[in-house]
């Protein structure tokens, strides 16, 4: 399965986005869906989460409160809406798919750092 993301662009502070996973040459709903985002200079880290049967979320803990991830299965995109973002939101947003983690109960330890598949990434801008 091929993924991509899309959605980004340039924001001011306290703006929102939505940022979209779809997905080619197979359907997003076996698999759940990650998010990742690497800003210059530091480690890509993940954001947050979405498991494929139970539909259980994680966030990260800056982002909780402000991103929501959803997933269409009918459109076979998952969504990443970010609201409030702000300057440390800056960075290129990344969506991963991966067919383990079929519960949420994998997300106990947080975001899992094993993917098998990666999409492209989508830059994010925060500035004024």
């Known amino acids: 399965v091929q993924l991509q993301a899309s959605g980004g662009g340039s924001v001011q502070p306290g703006g929102s986005l939505r940022l979209s996973c779809t997905a080619s040459?197979?359907?997003?709903?076996?698999?759940?869906i990650g998010w990742f985002r690497q800003a210059p200079g530091k480690e890509r880290e993940g954001v947050s989460c979405?498991?494929?049967?139970?539909?259980?979320?994680y966030y990260k803990e800056s982002v909780k409160g402000r991103f929501t991830i959803s997933r269409d299965n009918a459109k076979n995109t998952v969504y990443l809406q970010m609201n409030s973002l702000n300057f440390e939101d800056t960075a290129v947003y990344y969506c991963?798919?991966?067919?383990?983690?079929?519960?949420?109960?994998?997300?106990?330890?947080?975001?899992?750092?094993?993917?098998?598949?990666w999409g492209q990434g989508t830059l994010v801008t925060v500035s004024s």
């Open positions: 991963a798919a991966d067919v383990t983690y079929y519960s949420e109960r994998y997300f106990a330890g947080g975001i899992p750092l094993s993917w098998t598949y």
């Open positions: 040459g197979g359907t997003l709903d076996r698999f759940a």
């Open positions: 979405i498991s494929s049967v139970d539909g259980g979320t």
